[in-house]
């Protein structure tokens, strides 16, 4: 985010671990297939294979995470939350006031929807559970477990919602288009499930090497960082609600130099790297629309242990959509089915399919992501209450893609996990090298915000070549120290 949006925004560590699952069509997010032949003008050499995603463009997801708009508050995610009727629940990563835009966020909202519906519910009584993501799936099967009567509603083909597992012949092992993460492990059991599931989970190492657009190694000063708590703490003070854009500019945080240091890089650019990094990747949004009173927090544990890793997050290699899948196992689940219609009385509820079927419940729980809800995907009959429409209006939905590149060696000289680059444009500042930790040349990168938006138009050769770009700092030898 370059100085000047700072401008337009007033006149009118790594944060990879946002990524959410709920709910959420038709074919998992744009995978795209190996790329073409064609001549690549980067110094990156061409990969053997590639994954990327499109969240924005997914008709049951319409973005990855929801974020605290400028003028929304936690207070909207518990009026989202409130039943209606007794008869319409909600579940879901938006709904989470603790942990928005987490795979643990949304597992509790379906804990937390499961026991508002036992609440009430008779023992005999049909639920139907709308989205088999995470907390559609986690609702279900505590109901199941306590003896009602559930059916499982999926727009997908499959279940997990934007937990998106992709085990390809042409991978070395299983990856992830969705979440790819544990976020502060040491405050869930997500980890520990996953072992019990056979699934490998591994430390995030410590430490990440950031280099400039020419290849040079740039320790990352508190300048950015800094300034963007100044602008945080100033907001904190006056009387409504403004955007972090507007917050770093009328605090005056903003005011930095951009003349470029010993590196090629300036004050500006390092605000810039810390904006993508605690604001945009944390809530897939530009600065201009993140809630400078509510920003997005990256909560990384119990920080950092003696050998240097990251003792609250742990990444995620084998299958995080075995979580959903052994739950969903035993569940009655009607798959490639769209709900379109809720209608809801003192009675009852009737859903409408896409198909043009309905079927009957006594009660709904409606999991589909905060995207969905913005949209008229989903129709209710009557419509909801006047706070429910307010609060899904107030919150918003972000965007973070993934891309995935499998090389067939290293075309880089560093063992660091953790990759980044400051001043560049192509859209890619974050990558996470996986050959560490797998032995395999494996590289995942992401994208948030306007440049994913941006990013997700162009086709597979055209994306491909942003993406090389970012990594060309990677692929040239490291300048020898003068002096």
């Known amino acids: 985010m370059k100085r000047r949006t700072f401008l337009i925004g007033s006149a009118s560590g790594l944060s990879i671990f946002a990524l959410t699952a709920c709910t ?47 003028g929304a508050t936690p207070a909207d995610r518990t009026t989202l939350a409130t039943p209606v009727q007794d008869r319409v629940f909600f579940a879901g990563e938006a709904t989470s006031v603790e942990l928005p835009g987490t795979v ?64 390809d012949p042409d991978w070395p092992f299983p990856i992830e288009l969705g979440p790819s993460f544990v976020r502060n492990s040491t ?56 955007s972090v854009a507007v917050a770093l500019v009328e605090s005056g945080a903003s005011d930095l130099s951009d003349t470029p240091g010993e590196t090629g890089v300036s004050e500006v650019d390092w605000l810039d790297h810390a904006v993508a990094g605690e604001i ?39 299958g995080y959509s075995t979580l959903v899948s052994e739950a969903a196992a035993d569940l009655d689940l009607l798959a490639s089915s769209a709900v379109r219609r809720i209608a809801y009385t003192d009675e009852g509820v009737s859903l409408r399919l896409e198909t043009g079927e309905s079927l009957g419940a006594d009660r709904v729980i409606v999991t589909v992501p905060l995207g969905v809800l913005k949209t008229d995907a989903l129709e209710f009959a009557p419509p909801l209450p006047f706070e429910h429409r307010g609060a899904i209006a107030a919150l918003g939905m972000g965007v973070l893609d993934k891309v995935w590149l499998r090389f067939p060696e290293p075309f880089w000289d560093t063992d660091v996990t953790l990759w980044s680059v400051v001043g560049g444009d192509s859209g890619f500042q974050d990558w ?52």
């Open 24 to 70: 959420g069509p038709s074919p998992v997010p744009s995978i795209s297939p190996s790329p073409s032949e064609s001549p690549s003008p980067s110094l990156v050499p061409r990969p053997q294979a590639m994954h990327r995603t499109s969240w924005s463009k997914d008709p049951f997801a319409r973005g990855s995470m929801s974020f605290t708009a400028v």
């Open 432 to 483: 996470v090298n996986l050959e560490p930790l797998t032995g395999e040349a494996v590289l995942m990168g992401v994208v948030a915000a306007d440049d994913a938006l941006r990013l997700a138009k162009l086709g597979d050769d055209d994306f491909l070549a942003a993406a090389l770009a970012s990594l060309e700092p990677f692929a040239l030898p490291v300048p020898e120290p003068t002096g």
């Open 104 to 167: 643990q966020g949304a597992r509790d909202s379906g804990r937390r929807a499961a026991r508002e519906v036992m609440a009430v519910a008779g023992a005999d009584e049909r639920i139907a559970v709308v989205g088999a993501g995470m907390a559609g799936i986690t609702a279900a099967g505590l109901l199941r477990d306590a003896g009602y009567d559930i059916v499982v509603i999926e727009a997908r083909k499959r279940v997990g919602g934007r937990i998106a597992t992709v085990s």
């Open 187 to 242: 405050a869930s059991r997500l980890d520990e499930d996953l072992a019990r599931a056979g699934v490998t989970t591994l430390p995030v190492p410590g430490g990440t090497e950031t280099r400039t657009p020419a290849g040079d190694i740039a320790p990352v000063p508190a300048v950015g960082p800094d300034a963007v708590t100044e602008a945080i703490a100033w907001a904190a003070g006056q009387p409504q609600d403004v």
């Open 280 to 318: 945009q990747q944390l809530s897939g949004a530009e600065a201009g629309l993140v809630s400078a009173w509510f920003p997005p927090q990256a909560g990384t544990g119990d920080d950092t242990a003696e050998d240097g890793t990251w003792q609250g997050d742990r990444i995620v290699l084998g």
